[in-house]
């Protein structure tokens, strides 16, 4: 199985939808396939929950791409940050920093 890469998947995107010259119209999708996740999930449909949360991914990698980042770095970096930060938990399973 081939490890996909966000600059993979940004010459997949561009090559099946043309490249995108606003960013935004990423984002715009993500905000769609991110509902359809919620549906999923409120419907108890797992494995569609978990192709839904692929679709949003792939789209961050193709946006990422596009910026010319690599999305795993970004994760990485940003995971760094947060472990050094103070966080208080919402109760449910989320919270914020302070």
Known sequence: ??????????EWGDATFG?????TALVARAHGELD????????GDIAEAGSEA???VILLHRLVALAGMDLG??????MAVNRRR????????TGGHV
């Open 54 to 56: 692929a679709d949003v």
């Open 86 to 93: 103070k966080w208080k938990a919402a109760g449910d399973g």
């Open 73 to 78: 770095e970004q994760v990485d970096a940003k």
């Open 19 to 23: 490249e995108a010259r606003d960013l």
């Open 36 to 43: 359809e996740l919620e549906e999923a999930l409120r419907a």
């Open 1 to 10: 199985m081939t490890r996909e890469t966000s600059q993979t998947i940004r």
